[in-house]
């Protein structure tokens, strides 16, 4: 073994420069395999956490006027549904945070000092902890009674609250309520659609039971059972209910938990999401970086043949075993990529603490993913093995007593190998590189259209806790220069999910989104009118609505025109706004002035900033106003665009992500392609002196070797521009509006590894071209 380890230092004493180079694109190579592999691990095992996940269902409902699946439940229905069948074990009904509260303050006392806190909240009947899997590390959800004033509360809240002090039984203030803490709870991982909130007891006696307005679900004894039960409860429904129901085509579909966070065919559905088809594309580039290190890593070795080919025979004319070297050049390839993957897990702890790490959804302590880190450690010592053998083979093909003559490199052969080598990694990186600069074209796209009202230097806060008081703060708020209006409306216009009313229209029923505003609310948005006129201070007194032009489309609204009954008067029309992701299309939809004490309040402030405005000094103002009001509430000052860029976060993180692994892709290509340079270079060295004899310039020597490549490089780009195409096109499927398919990004992605290519080829032919053509001769 010492002759082996001798060696091995030897070899890289020797070749520092091919070492580094092979160490360096391996660990970068294994730290992005896995840094993708923790992020679909995330993704693929959302929710499965939870006791017999797979039994654990969402109940949605179809109704044809909304136009598809709802995430929600009348809860009459639901309660038919839960007592249906002895097939369910456990259900529960949740009140989604658009129809009820998301945050809260809660403040206790300590010391005579009140402290302040907001926390997520959720309202729930008690089934739901018998529904999904709470790990109680104070009290219990068994045999207590859970009503409106108990809660339950996370462990991370707890140690807010009361630090390492127990919190059974305590007592904490809410919205000037008292709640007692009926128990706490281990907090979820991220990679859940059960949010770590503050639990209170739903009452069900509050709210219209008869609206679809709760999220519902059911634990079955078997996951085979949920295609049974959706026929039978429909048959004990109240006949008069069923009736109603009927005319809109109503139907159930139960939705396992596991493929909740994969489901987007469902309306009101605030859980986080992921793509299938992106997660088999980051899988897809986990493996393509790992098999081009590989390649590179393999021809690396074999390039070094010329400079190792004596060293060997003479190590075999002396008596060395056939098997004895053959090992050691394994043994040399094996200890280069377990190296590389010690410095990956390095890389990967430095990643933790960059601000990339935020595009990593998962929990990036590799403590916490042990079966990965191990399944690198593998894919490092498969890497090894194979990237030693073909070498170890190779160098010890030829007869010890001869010269190496010839050159495989040039035979049929061996061009061939080279070839597919170098041609692999171009359409990898030729592909990779198309895809981002679509991912990138697509977000800017959202991001910056029009969206048919002004959004430039547009502030946003919920004045909840001081609504009451909004003119005076509205008054207050504009006193600064700095702010050129402000007005109100139910939430910002950057959502998938709004409030749908129905209204009947000559007879006709008919559904759309709206959001409720303040009278000023369009005018300071920079909305038009196209048809009728705007809102007035007077209107707030009844009940108005303003259209888009995709309502008046499909309904044939016409202004100055009522809804049957005590429906409101339609007074006008505006374009359509992109007030959704570009993900949906526009809907039918309307903005309404309620008269005052109807609920969805317009609790939202709009403070337009004047342009060219110090914004760390209005924001300050700003904020000093707020607490002026209300000292102890913790309000949350946003830009619009920030709120933008939220309703866009899954797609620019993927997007930043591809980005980032695809440039890793690229660099370790280029260390590739510099492998392949030296493998050529190396075995045409007397070529070239033969040219430089006969009065070939460097010049030409080197137009000679980038014109070989360039052929290699055409040939792959008539392959990956067909295949990055398709991939892109379903990518873009997901999107109602979407970005053209430009011709100059893959012109753009061929020039760019086309300058790569070129500078890497004459970096290192220069060297080869510009040597003493005697030197080359003579080696040969």
Request: glycine fraction near 6%; charged fraction near 15%.
């Amino acid at each position: 073994m010492k002759p082996i380890i001798r060696n091995l230092v030897s070899v890289i004493r020797r070749f520092k420069f091919a070492v580094a180079l092979n160490i360096l694109g391996l660990s970068v190579a294994f730290a992005a395999f896995m840094l993708i592999m923790i992020q679909v691990d995330y993704d693929r095992s959302f929710d499965r956490f939870h006791v017999d996940s797979d039994k654990i269902f969402r109940v949605e409902s179809y109704l044809s006027h909304v136009g598809g699946m709802l995430a929600l439940v009348n809860q009459d229905i639901a309660e038919v549904f839960f007592n249906s069948s002895p097939h369910i074990l456990a259900s529960a009904l949740v009140t989604p945070a658009m129809f009820g509260i998301d945050e809260a303050v809660f403040h206790i006392e300590t010391d005579g000092a009140q402290n302040y806190f907001k926390e997520k909240v959720s309202t729930v009947t008690p089934g739901f902890f018998e529904v999904f899997t709470f790990d109680f590390v104070e009290g219990t959800h068994i045999d207590v009674n859970f009503e409106p004033g108990n809660v339950f509360i996370p462990l991370s809240f707890a140690r807010k609250l009361f630090g390492d002090q127990p919190a059974l039984g305590r007592q904490i203030v809410v919205n000037e309520g008292t709640q007692t803490v009926l128990g706490v709870y281990r907090d979820f991982p991220k990679n859940t659609i059960i949010e770590n909130s503050v639990y209170f007891a739903m009452n069900p006696d509050e709210g219209n039971r008869g609206n679809f307005n709760r999220h519902a679900f059911v634990r079955l004894n078997d996951a085979a059972n949920a295609t049974l039960l959706i026929d039978n409860s429909m048959q004990n429904l109240d006949p008069d209910l069923a009736h109603n129901l009927a005319q809109f085509d109503f139907s159930k579909r139960l939705t396992a938990l596991p493929d909740i966070h994969f489901t987007t065919d469902v309306q009101y559905d605030w859980t986080p999401k992921a793509s299938r088809q992106t997660l088999m594309i980051l899988f897809a580039i986990a493996i393509v970086i790992v098999v081009i290190a590989g390649i590179n890593f393999t021809n690396f070795s074999t390039a070094l043949t010329p400079m190792r080919i004596k060293n060997i025979n003479i190590q075999r004319v002396v008596g060395a075993k056939l098997s004895t070297v053959r090992f050691a050049i394994v043994f040399e390839a094996v200890f280069i990529s377990l190296l590389s993957y010690f410095v990956a897990i390095l890389l990967v702890m430095l990643f933790r603490s960059t601000p990339a790490a935020a595009l990593i959804d998962a929990d990036l302590s590799l403590s916490s993913h042990s079966l990965i880190v191990g399944g690198a450690a593998l894919v490092a010592l498969l890497a090894g093995l194979f990237a030693g053998i073909y070498p170890s083979l190779y160098m010890t093909s030829f007869e010890p007593a001869l010269v190496l003559k010839g050159s495989f490199g040039l035979t049929p052969k061996g061009r061939q190998l080279r070839n597919t080598l170098i041609g692999f990694q171009f359409i990898a990186s030729l592909a990779l590189i198309i895809g981002a600069l679509f991912m990138y074209i697509q977000n800017r796209f959202m991001l910056n259209s029009d969206l048919g009202f002004d959004r430039d230097n547009l502030v946003l806060v919920d004045i909840g806790s001081i609504y009451e008081h909004r003119d005076a703060f509205a008054n207050q708020v504009k006193s600064y220069s700095g702010v050129d209006d402000i007005t109100f409306a139910q939430m910002p216009l950057s959502s998938d999910a709004y409030s749908k009313w129905g209204r009947n229209y000559k007879g006709e029923q008919i559904n759309f989104q709206i959001v409720t505003v303040h009278h000023s609310f369009l005018r300071t948005m920079g909305i038009e009118v196209t048809e009728g006129r705007d809102f007035r201070a007077e209107d707030e007194e009844s009940q108005v609505w303003i259209f888009n032009e995709s309502a008046r489309a499909q309904f044939g609204l016409e202004v100055n025109t009522s809804f049957d009954g005590n429906g409101g008067e339609i007074i006008g029309f505006i374009p359509d706004l992109k007030i959704a992701s570009f993900r949906m299309t526009v809907e039918p939809m309307a903005f309404v002035v309620l008269p005052q004490g109807w609920g969805n309040r317009p609790a939202t402030a709009h403070i337009k900033l004047a342009p060219g405005v110090n914004l760390r000094t209005a924001l300050s103002h700003i904020n000093s106003t707020l607490a002026e009001f209300d000292a102890n509430y913790i309000f949350e000052v946003r830009f619009f665009d920030e709120v933008l860029q939220r309703l866009y976060e899954k797609e620019t993180a993927v997007g930043s992500l591809i980005t980032l692994f695809s440039l890793m892709a690229i660099f370790i290509s280029i260390v590739g392609v510099f492998g392949l340079v030296v493998f050529d270079s190396q075995y045409r060295r007397k070529e070239i002196g033969v040219r430089k004899v006969h009065g070939a310039t460097t010049l030409s020597i080197i137009v000679m070797f980038n014109k070989a490549y360039f052929k290699i490089l055409a040939v792959c780009f008539v392959i990956a521009a067909p295949l990055a195409w398709y991939a892109v096109n379903r990518w873009l499927e997901n999107f109602a509006y979407k970005t053209p398919m430009h011709w100059w990004v893959y012109l753009l992605a061929f020039a760019a590894v086309a300058a790569v290519t070129v500078c890497t080829v004459t970096f290192q032919n220069w060297r080869v071209a510009n040597d003493d053509p005697v030197n080359s001769l003579k080696s040969e």
